[in-house]
């Protein structure tokens, strides 16, 4: 595997100090949010238990962003989120998630290679069209194979109608939700 290719290995030490083993300095969250919006995979590592705290520290640098007011998640995303932990819908929501960021990641590629292409102002985006139409393909076809009332493949056959109408629910709100952020997009 390649340099740039391997993850930015940060050793956590037991002071809580972050130090990147790249460079042989001690490192920042902020300075770990820069690696990673300049392309870059990181891996944060307990040096004393081993432990894998990437997921940890990527949690807290999205919480002191919201904090200082750079909100991207709005709050019934973040409510959404939340009940995800506690209800059936927690095994779809990270492969809905993960599956709405890749289109976003690829919808943005392609926005920028069209705008390199683009004379004159830009007035209508090319990309976020065809964005809108793979996520309303990617719902349907994650959709498609479900019961009425079941939220996805680990559903309980013995559970009320009720549950089945709250997930429905919490479906639609998600639905509504990322119908939301597209059309924020396209007003970029």
Do not use: C
């Not at 095994?91 to 590629?109: C, H, I, K, N």
């Not at 076809?141 to 629910?169: F, H, I, L, Y």
């Amino acid at each position: 595997m390649a340099e740039a290719e391997k993850p930015l290995l940060i050793k956590r030490y037991a002071s809580r100090r972050l130090y990147n083993t790249e460079t042989s300095d001690y490192v920042t969250l902020e300075d770990i949010a820069r690696f990673i919006r300049d392309g870059r995979e990181v891996q944060i590592i307990d040096l004393k238990s081993g432990d894998d705290l990437t997921r940890q520290y990527l949690l807290q640098i999205v919480a002191e962003h919201e904090s200082r007011g750079e909100s991207v998640l709005p709050v019934d995303v973040l409510t959404d989120l939340v009940r995800s932990y506690t209800t059936s819908a927690q095994s779809v929501v990270p492969q809905f998630l993960a599956a709405s960021f890749e289109m976003l990641r690829e919808g943005q590629s392609h926005m920028m290679e069209n705008m390199g292409r683009m004379p004159g102002p830009m007035t209508n985006m090319p990309g976020f069209e065809a964005l809108q139409k793979q996520q309303q393909a990617f719902l349907k076809t994650m959709m498609a194979g479900w019961p009425k009332g079941t939220s996805g493949p680990d559903v309980d056959m013995g559970r009320d109608d009720a549950a089945g109408t709250e997930d429905r629910d919490e479906l639609d709100k998600i639905k509504k939700q990322l119908a939301e952020l597209q059309s924020k997009l396209s007003k970029l």
